[in-house]
């Protein structure tokens, strides 16, 4: 099925398969709590799980992603007086949104790499750079594919509990494809369904990431190995990333 498809028939299991971890929400206020209330953009938002637990916190939020589904459900779930969803595509914020309008930019979930071309990576760096103001900050989760490609990891942990079993394989690149195949089997354990798909992926590395967020004009670039700030680590599989302009 086509990756629109897919993640709308993973819509209504999505927070079975991937729960909100307390680390990533810590990590967000930590960065910013100094400045009070903070206005955050959340892209790739998904059922808005995130963006809620952040305007519980006293922020104001909204949250983007491409999928219908997914913006259905979070407006369902979370929508709010602090909190809005919208259809959007990630590459149009530009279009969507004033300069210097957001406090933080927030992309987690691996959602960076499921554009289409290293250009368009940039692009949308660049735009994130345009919305945020003179002290924003940029946070990105992605996968270490430095350690994917050197180590050639051809599969991710199993996600399985009562609701869902998620296996998650790669295909990585060859001479032919420089992107990764990203195939997946999600089994609805209550239904007994099956529902498999393949995503290319960009395997954009650490220091190319790097080298396009100070182009595009952030000052100050971390990495981390994982949302509690552990250091960086070339042989660990998260990346995590707040980037200053």
């Known amino acids: 099925m086509g990756q629109q498809q897919f993640y709308s028939s993973i819509a209504n299991f999505y927070e079975f ?5 307390s680390q990533q929400v ?8 100094s400045r009070g209330e903070f206005f955050f953009l959340d892209v790739g938002c998904s059922t808005g799980q995130l ?11 909204l949250g983007i992603d491409l999928n219908s589904d997914m913006i259905r459900r979070a ?20 279009f ?6 957001f406090d933080a930019v927030i992309c987690f979930g691996n959602t960076l790499v499921h554009l289409d071309s290293i250009t368009q990576i940039r692009d949308f760096l660049q735009q994130c750079a345009h919305l945020l103001k003179n002290d924003g900050i940029l946070f990105l989760q992605i996968l270490n594919y430095h350690y994917i490609l050197s180590q050639k990891v051809d599969e991710l942990p199993l996600i399985d509990n009562d609701q869902i079993r998620f296996e998650r394989y790669y295909q990585l690149p060859s001479a032919n494809n420089p992107k990764i195949n990203f195939i997946t089997k999600l089994i ?3 239904e007994g369904s099956v529902l498999e798909n393949t995503t ?5 590395k650490k220091d190319e990431l790097e080298r396009m967020l100070q182009v595009v004009g952030f000052s ?7 949302f509690g700030k552990k250091a960086y680590s070339a042989n660990e599989l998260p990346l995590i990333v707040v980037a200053r302009k």
């Open 26 to 33: 810590e990590l967000v206020k930590s960065e910013l709590e």
């Open 51 to 61: 963006a809620n637990s952040l305007c519980q916190s006293g922020a104001l939020g």
């Open 200 to 204: 290319r992926l960009i395997p954009v």
């Open 17 to 21: 398969i991937f729960p909100l971890k």
């Open 96 to 101: 969507n949104f004033p300069e210097k309008y």
């Open 220 to 226: 100050d670039v971390q990495f981390f190995s994982n």
């Open 188 to 190: 609805i354990k209550s």
């Open 75 to 94: 407006n369902e779930n979370y929508r709010a007086a602090d909190l809005a969803f919208r259809e959007m595509d990630m590459l149009r914020l530009k």
